[in-house]
C-alpha cells in the first residue's frame, strides 16, 4: 500500500433514494491529523455521506477511501480504523466512568482495556469521576466519556456527529479543547456541526454541502474571503439623528435598530467606502457616537452561499 499523508479521499460519491438525489457526484480529500468540518442545511446529505465512509451504506457510485482502504471493497479493514460518534451518548448510566470504557475494551478483545481505560479517563478529563455512575454525570461529562469510548482501540478516524449539541458554553469549550488535542497527537477528526462557531474555532478544512453539492470548500479564512463586503455599525444619540442619517445613505444596505440607536451598513470592506461615509455624515453635522467595523464571519458566508443556491437563507441543522 502507497504511504500518503491523506487519511479520507472521496471521489464521485453519489447516493441516490427512489427519485431524490442525495449526493450528486461529490470530491474531496482529508489530510491526515486534520479537523475536516463537513456544513450543509438539514436535507443537505452530511449523514449520507458519513454512513457511508463509516460502512453504514452503500453508494451508488464513486470511491471512497479511509486510511487507503476502500471502504465498499474493503469494511472490515475500514472499520478497524475508524470510530463514530453520534449526536446521542451510547453510554450506560447504571456503570460507572471506567466500567463503561472498560466493557468496551473487553467487547474489543483489547488485552490491555483496563490501562486503555484509564489514559482515556485522564484524556477526557474524568479521572475524578471514574468511580461515579453515569447517571450523575452532567451532560458534558457524558459527552466526553462518550468520546472516550470512540477511542478505545487508538483509531486513526473519529467521526462526530454534532458532538456538542445541547452542551453549555463552558461544556461546549472544554470538548473544543479534547477534540483539537486529539487532531495533535495525530487522530483525523471529522466534524460535522450545527455550529458555525464551531467549525470556526476547530477546522483545518471547511467544505459546504448544499443540495447533494459540494459548493465551497476551503479554509475559515478563504471561505470568508469569497464574500468580500463587510459590515459597520453606528451609533446616534437618539432615533431622530439615527432617521436622518438613514435618509442621507439611502443608497447603501442598511438595517436599522432603533432602540440602540445604531445602524449597520453592508460595504465593500474599503477603507474609501468607509471614509466616504463618515464623511457624508459629518458634513450634514449627524454626529456618530460609536463606529466599529464587523468583518464577513463564517455564517455570513454559509447563509450568503446557501441563499444563493436556493433563493433564500436556510436554517443550519
Known amino acids: 500500500m502507497i504511504q500518503t499523508n491523506t487519511a479520507i479521499a472521496v471521489k464521485g460519491l453519489k447516493k441516490s433514494y427512489k427519485n431524490l438525489n442525495v449526493l450528486k457526484d461529490i470530491d474531496f480529500t482529508v489530510q ?18 458519513v454512513k457511508i465512509l463509516t460502512t453504514l451504506l452503500l453508494p451508488d457510485k464513486g470511491s471512497p477511501e479511509i486510511c487507503g482502504f476502500d471502504v465498499i471493497r ?22 460507572t466512568g471506567r466500567e463503561n470504557l472498560r466493557m468496551i475494551g473487553k467487547l474489543r478483545h483489547l488485552p490491555d482495556a483496563n490501562r486503555q481505560a484509564d489514559e482515556l479517563l ?15 454525570y452532567s451532560g458534558g461529562m457524558q459527552r466526553r466519556l462518550d468520546l472516550a469510548m470512540g477511542l478505545i482501540g487508538g483509531p486513526s478516524v473519529i467521526f462526530l456527529d454534532e ?17 483539537k488535542d486529539l487532531a495533535d497527537s495525530g487522530i483525523t ?23 447533494g453539492e ?14 468580500p463586503h463587510g459590515h459597520i455599525e453606528l451609533k446616534f444619540s437618539d432615533e431622530k439623528e439615527l ?51 464587523k468583518k464577513p464571519t463564517l ?3 454559509f447563509l450568503a452561499m446557501i441563499g444563493e443556491n436556493h433563493g433564500e437563507e436556510n436554517a443550519l441543522c
Do not use: C
Request: proline share 3%; aromatic share 4%.
Open 189 to 211: 477528526v471529522f466534524l460535522t456541526t450545527q455550529y458555525l462557531e464551531e467549525a470556526d474555532q476547530l477546522a483545518d478544512h471547511i467544505a459546504i454541502l448544499n443540495d
Open 243 to 293: 432617521q436622518l442619517a438613514r435618509n442621507l445613505l439611502i443608497q447603501y444596505n442598511i438595517s436599522l435598530s432603533k432602540e440602540n440607536p445604531t445602524m449597520t451598513i453592508t460595504t465593500d470592506g474599503s477603507i474609501q467606502q468607509m471614509t466616504a461615509i463618515l464623511s457624508q455624515l459629518d458634513h450634514a453635522d449627524i454626529t456618530v457616537t460609536e463606529f466599529s467595523q
Open 32 to 49: 491526515k491529523g486534520s479537523i475536516f468540518a463537513l456544513l450543509g442545511s438539514n436535507g443537505a446529505g452530511k449523514t449520507t455521506t
Open 74 to 95: 474493503q469494511p472490515d479493514q475500514v472499520r478497524e480504523k475508524i470510530s463514530l460518534t453520534g449526536q446521542s451518548t451510547a453510554v450506560d448510566p447504571v456503570l
Open 122 to 136: 485522564e484524556q477526557v478529563q474524568l479521572l475524578d469521576a471514574a468511580d461515579q455512575k453515569v447517571a450523575t
Open 214 to 227: 459540494i459548493i465551497a470548500e476551503g479554509t475559515a479564512a478563504e471561505l470568508k474571503k469569497l464574500l
Open 299 to 301: 455564517e455570513d458566508v
Open 163 to 179: 458532538p456538542t449539541t445541547g452542551l453549555d458554553p463552558q461544556s461546549r469549550k472544554a470538548l473544543w479543547q479534547i477534540i
